[in-house]
């Protein structure tokens, strides 16, 4: 099923999963921080009202998007993975409620900013924008008609302890090998809401309307569209040094546009690709990796 809110968001978590993929030394870390505006009561006082869990339910598929606005200027996206867990993207934020509508800012690092803006509606639900926002470009300057509406569902403004919480890792850090996984998993994402609106896959980057590059420090990530684009689409992420293993991510268009998607990891490290997986068979609904890969959960 297509990610909830799949084309407001998937540009943003793309821009952060980049900056995740840009390694720094653990002991010398990009602070997490914005340039500090002037405080007014009336900035404090949205701050104040922002603080605890906001949620997003897509009425089709259920999925949910959860920011958790924390003390400190702390920010949480909590987004879904293929696998019904769960990830929290941390990162910092600020607002300013001198303009009209207010302004957001929301940092991965010093240098990965994204600008949007958001209010309060009358029903107290908080409404941000978040389609076409992504680090480095533009702030919005007016809602689209697919702003997205939160609920505030809890005062709490700490993670859960059974999702992991995902920050800049130093390059030797097992952390890591989430990253591939989590940006072939947007990826996956994005094409499976392309398709089920056009009826075949995107062949770039650009058709699928994300404003973001496909290449980090570590990694080289490609579209690989198979014929008519109206049965398989691949992603492929081939590692730029030694020690690093491949990811293959597939989306299958199936029987009555049943989607099946999956991703497969090289089971030792390897910059090469000499096969793409192939569709489930006999009814299943997994995908079947090329040799040398195995299926990931």
Request: net charge negative; aromatic share 6%; with cysteine.
């Amino acid at each position: 099923m297509p990610h909830i809110l799949c084309k407001n968001v998937i540009g943003l978590m793309l821009g952060f999963a980049i900056a995740l993929g840009t390694p720094v030394n653990a002991q010398s870390r990009i602070p997490l921080t914005l340039p500090q505006t002037q405080p007014t009561s009336e900035t404090d006082k949205f701050t104040n009202q922002l603080l605890g869990q906001w949620q997003s339910q897509d009425p089709k598929t259920k999925e949910v998007l959860t920011l958790i606005f924390a003390h400190n200027n702390q920010l949480f996206l909590i987004l879904p993975t293929d696998d019904g867990s769960s990830i929290a993207i941390k990162a910092t934020y600020q607002i300013s409620a001198t303009k009209q509508p207010m302004e957001l800012d929301m940092a991965l690092t010093s240098s990965d900013i994204a600008f949007t803006i958001f209010e309060f509606t009358p029903e107290g639900k908080l409404r941000v924008e978040l389609n076409g926002v992504t680090p480095g470009k533009p702030r919005p300057q007016e809602f689209s008609s697919t702003t997205a509406i939160f609920d505030n569902i809890s005062a709490a403004t700490t993670v859960p302890e059974n999702i992991e919480v995902i920050e800049l890792e130093s390059k030797n850090n097992q952390a890591n090998r989430g990253i591939p996984i989590q940006y072939i998993t947007i990826l996956n994402q994005a094409q499976q809401a392309y398709y089920l609106e056009k009826g075949k896959f995107a062949t770039n980057i650009e058709e699928l309307g994300i404003g973001t590059n496909l290449e980090t420090e570590l990694y080289r990530y490609q579209i690989v569209p198979v014929r008519d684009r109206t049965d398989r689409v691949t992603i492929t992420a081939q590692p730029k040094e030694e020690g690093l293993n491949s990811y293959i991510g597939a989306v299958f268009a199936i029987d009555n546009q049943k989607i099946v998607t999956g991703i497969c990891e090289s089971e030792v490290p390897a910059k090469s690709l000499s096969a793409m997986p192939n569709p489930p068979v006999s009814g299943a609904l997994v995908i079947q990796c090329p040799v040398g890969f195995r299926m990931l959960p």
